[in-house]
């Protein structure tokens, strides 16, 4: 009972720390010039997956630390796999991860496997960051021998004029805030105005019907303008002024009584003459009415006596 009792125990302790006593695994070994703290018992991986254990760690006698792995014979342990040592999480907790690479001749069982160390978190950052130092380096270098160079080219009297530029533009930057103050001090100003312009548009989109009718009423006006016979009443209207001009012609021309009595002077003093004989007739019959007019009373004339 005993027996069973340490039997089982050992199995459980076993199992916790990777190791399946009931079934078969595959020894191999790798060498470390330093594990980083790599620890017994602790994970071998393949892309992450647990696949064995490290089974011991020891000081080989050339100097390398001597790592003994035990993978499931599960797994097929090809010519050319790598055991690299690596960080398992972030706390640094080391593990073995195996790259096995595609090959048809298998390692033995304790075969010695190639060994590589993954850089930590500030190793790799440190790659990363050194080609980035170097290309900033040479950056600067050229910027410095640019700025050199242009420094050289530049006479004390285009730099002055440089000087005077960027006091100008300095001036310019003021005026600038200056205006942008005056403006903001004007905001409620142009907050009004734009009310105003938001109210008249407002009122414009009120009246739409009645400027769709505006509208209607002056296409219709238009359609009648363009039905009517503009162009036979100029038509009438030339012909009227031809007979106008042709009748004013003929009054210049003597033709006719109207012409005649218009460009006759003798008929004008002629006329002119009666009209004065007809005066002093018309006042003689006012003056003495009965010269020309007899009236009868009670059946006897009244005789004008001269």
Known sequence: MVGVSLLVFFAGFYFLKGAN?????????????????????ASVQVKGLGIGRVA?????????VKVTLSVSKKIKVTEGTVAKLISADL????????????SSQEVRNEGVLASALEGGLLDNLS???????????????????????????LGPETRQRLSNSIASLDV???????????LNGESEHLAGIIRNANSITGNLANSNQQVSNILKNADN??????????????????ATVNQLQGIINKINSNQGSLGMLVNDKDLYYNLTEALKTLNSLMADVNAHPSRYINVTIFGRKNKDTH
């Open 21 to 41: 006593l009931f079934s078969g695994e595959n020894t191999y070994y790798t060498y470390y010039d330093n594990v980083q703290g790599l620890q017994p018992s």
């Open 56 to 64: 011991a760690i020891k000081l080989g006698e050339n100097g390398k």
């Open 91 to 102: 706390l640094g907790t080391k593990a073995i991860s195996l790259e096995i690479p595609a």
């Open 127 to 153: 790659y990363q960051i050194t080609p980035l130092i170097k290309d900033i380096n040479h950056v600067v270098i050229t910027l410095d021998t640019v700025l050199a160079g242009v420094n050289g080219m």
């Open 172 to 182: 310019t930057m003021n005026n600038f805030s200056q205006l942008s103050a005056k």
């Open 221 to 238: 006006i238009s359609g009648q303008l363009a039905k009517a016979p503009v162009q036979q009443t100029f038509a009438d209207l030339q």
